[in-house]
């Protein structure tokens, strides 16, 4: 006795795509992500991002009131000796960025920001309020 089974190859190619899209490289793909923790204490925000394999240079931190906007660019070592050929290359060479809108005001001149093993930490005071006076009539 013969079993034959009946094979479309087309059911293959749409189940495959259902159930496993396919990514077109326009949402991230290889592209790295700034990792980002956000903490409210009462006089100020601490700011943790990790940023792996850049340098202190080639970070830019800008505060404007309330946005604080993060910048930072790992640049590719072409170091590649006669003979020598590249078999593969997954590290991510090129700029990332983030920005936060925090719920007050912050004080850029009291700011500080340290970057040690790779994560950046900035400690970002909030700036006073500035209170409405009210005057007596005389």
């Known amino acids: 006795m013969s079993n034959i089974i009946r094979h479309d190859p087309f059911e293959d190619l749409f189940r495959g795509f259902f159930v496993r899209p396919v990514d077109f490289g326009g949402s991230g793909g290889d592209a790295p992500q700034m990792r980002v923790d956000v903490q409210e204490g ?9 940023l792996p394999g850049i340098a202190k240079k080639d970070i830019h931190v800008h505060i404007d ?9 790992r640049k590719a070592a072409r170091e590649h000796k006669d003979g020598e050929r590249v078999l593969r290359t997954e590290r991510y060479y090129g700029k990332v960025s983030r920005s936060f809108q925090l719920g007050q005001d912050v004080d850029e001149g009291k700011s500080s920001a340290r970057f040690t093993d790779g994560v950046l930490e900035l400690t970002l005071p909030k700036k006073l309020e500035v209170q409405a006076k009210r005057l007596t009539i005389e």
């Open 65 to 73: 009131g309330p946005v604080v906007s993060i910048s930072a660019e």
């Open 42 to 50: 009462p006089e100020n925000y601490l700011l943790h991002a990790e």
